[in-house]
């Protein structure tokens, strides 16, 4: 399971690349693991400014639909438009070409809750 260092994590499998203000935000590899095969991304926030932890957007694997967590309180400035016509980057590349959102921090002390790479492997049982 590929759980990068150099990231923060939320205990809702989302992992989050922070750059000066701005934060990438995309699930993780074992949250695409156990949702299966993605179908379909659905943001519709994007150029919201919205509170951590409210629902950013949706994921449709095969056989369910899953919620998006916003890791941190921001505006939603970009979404990843590659997703729309090849969701499966969600699988293959979570990290990179799957990334889902960019947001503008808000409260970078928020930052400071998240999970790092240690602690998210502890709660997936990988530690």
């Known amino acids: 399971m590929n759980i990068p260092q150099d990231l923060k994590y939320t205990k809702d499998h989302e992992w989050v690349r922070i750059d000066g203000d701005t934060a990438t935000v995309g699930i993780t590899d074992f949250a695409q693991g156990e949702l299966g095969d993605i179908v379909y991304v659905e943001i519709e926030t994007v150029n919201e400014t919205l509170t951590k932890d409210e629902v950013f957007g949706t994921v ?11 890791p941190l309180t921001g505006e939603i400035v970009e979404f990843n438009e590659a997703l729309e ?9 979570p990290y990179d070409t799957g990334w889902m959102v960019k947001l503008k921090i808000h409260d970078v002390e928020q930052i400071n809750a998240l999970l790092d790479a240690n602690a998210y492997k502890q709660l997936i049982g990988g530690a």
């Open 60 to 70: 449709e694997a095969v056989k369910t639909v899953s919620d998006l967590f916003l």
């Open 85 to 93: 016509d090849t969701p499966e980057l969600v699988n293959s590349d």
